[in-house]
């Protein structure tokens, strides 16, 4: 029992710790461009998830075209038919607890719908929608 609570202890730990942190150097390099920059907002990044774009091979697709409207269920890979895990990490306590994993993902998913990176800002406000669902 006591081993259980410790290790639930340290996964909610280090999820926060590298939301933390990841959120923390994004909001850094949106500072450089705008010094008056309150902080990210669900309310955009639900635009940013939600909204669809010409992407990948010319196909109109947004994140949710993979990753589901319930971020609390598992999506599939419209490309691959692939079983994609839950992505908030309510429900999928593996999300989030790896900066290096968020940003090649965002990089790559950002290319997929929007066939560009994303911006600091863009990034900051998915992920901000994203924990919250
Ligand atoms: C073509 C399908 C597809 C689309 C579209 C897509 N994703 Fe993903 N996403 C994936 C796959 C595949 C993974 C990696 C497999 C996994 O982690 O289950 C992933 C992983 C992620 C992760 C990693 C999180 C973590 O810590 O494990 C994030 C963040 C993410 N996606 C965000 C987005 C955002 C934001 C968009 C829209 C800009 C998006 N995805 C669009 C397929 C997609």
Not at 27 to 41: A, M, R, W, Y
């Amino acid at each position: 029992m006591k081993a259980l609570i410790i290790t639930a202890l340290v996964a909610s730990l280090s999820f926060s710790a590298t939301v933390d942190e990841y959120l923390n150097s994004l909001k850094q390099e949106v500072l450089k461009e705008n010094p008056s920059f309150k902080g990210f907002d669900a309310k955009r990044g639900e635009e940013i998830f939600t909204s669809k774009h010409i992407g990948k091979k010319g196909k109109e697709i947004s994140c949710t075209s993979c990753h589901g409207t319930n971020l609390q269920k598992s999506g599939e890979n419209i490309f691959t038919g692939k079983v994609i895990e839950p992505l908030s990490p309510k429900a999928n306590k593996e999300r989030f607890t790896d900066v290096a994993t968020i940003e090649k993902w965002m990089k790559r998913n950002f290319n997929d719908v929007y066939n560009r990176e994303g911006t600091a800002l863009e990034k900051g406000d998915v992920t901000t929608y994203i924990i919250n669902q």
